[in-house]
């Protein structure tokens, strides 16, 4: 019997109870959905069985199913794939939705689920049709000379449209890596001297002891990570070996390991303790520096965040706030606050004002529905635009190569979103001239 039989409408849940073909047996009573094509994820007809999820349910009726012709357990990834190979996705699309499946925040989801939905397919495929029509005007001149059938100046026009699209993309990459740093996690590394406290800030956000905290300096010697999610931003945050000169290989191995780390993050928090801070009035004079080790001195910059750690070892807060000014007066550093891992103290505004951080520098540019999300983009987006640049630094003599520079950069585009097919061009040549003639 066919489906019409059962009375299935296409896009409707029907309620039936499935019954094996064979003995006729009820397996289960469940929800059927039949998605004929094209209109369906994979373009194909697709029907859809919503079982009772027990294990005898399922067995029996995928054994019910294996008694249909043709019938076998679709391979890891094979409906998105089908779903590429028929037209349906394209390669960012694909990309998104393996985002989305992995998607540990919010942000992540967010992100995701743009690209999964064709925000960044749309994009580059309107770059990528803008290129093959510059393109296919440009091979009708040189085939044709700028005769009667193409308009009086047709190149002109192209070379305006190519300025404008160069710049257009450029803008696009110019955007701080925002989507790759979203999609894989802001890196945040903590670093200071020894026994400043990391490893218990570290076990502090991530609410378990990942890290060995002793009161011996030199205790942390590899770089430990945990990820976290604040305010929905995913943080890969690191704490490192303390920053000291030391006759052991091993802790001079781990400085450079922290420092190699330090480089590579995107905020970077130096933790001191005020128990060893000269607090004191004598001391706090401005004619002295606060004491800080020239080898943490190095790594404080106007990107780095300085948080003064054992507050609950020190009275009050007013010799805190002046030494906090001298802080970001002699090192630069962007902002100061004190907390204690000990007590947790000043830990929530900490917190809050993480996320505003974070907030300020990346919520601006989430909001670009086409954000780049992978290197691979980014690295074909480039070279499109270097391709633009070299059509637009070619003369108009040397229009052939001229041409095969906009092939390339169309190329460069369809890369991005895996649909190279060059043969397009023909098909924009013969639409828009009477060369048939
Ligand atoms: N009183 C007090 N003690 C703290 C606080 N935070 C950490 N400590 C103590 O300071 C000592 C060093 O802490 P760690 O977290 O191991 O310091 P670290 O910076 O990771 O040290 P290294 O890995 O050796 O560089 C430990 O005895 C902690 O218990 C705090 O806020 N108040
Ligand atoms: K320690
Ligand atoms: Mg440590």
Redesign the pocket.
Known sequence: MTKDAYNIKPRRASFRRILHPQTGHVLDRGIVLFFPGPNSFTGEDIVELHIHGGNAVINGILEALNELPYFRIAEQGEFARRAFDNDKLDLTELEGLADLLNAETELQRRLALQQAEGGLRHVFDHWREKIIHSMAITEAVIDFGEDENIEDGALDEVIKNIKELRDTITQHLDDKHVGEIVRSGVQVAIV?P???????LLNRLAKREAAI????????RDVVEVTLNLGGFPVILS?T??LRESDDRIEMEGVKRAKARVELSDIKIC?LSLSNLNLDSESSEQQHNVNIDPIVRQVIDADTYVLL?????VPGTSSFLALADRIERETGARKVWSI????GQGMDVFLRDMVQILKARFDQSLANPALITQARHRQHLEQCLESLEAFLDIPVQDIVLGAEELRQAANSLGRITGRIDVENVLDALFGQFCIGK
């Open positions: 200071g020894p026994n400043a406290g990391k490893s218990s905290v002793s009161d011996i300096p030199g205790t942390t704490d070996a303390g933790l750690n054992k507050q609950d070892m204690s891992c000990k007590t």
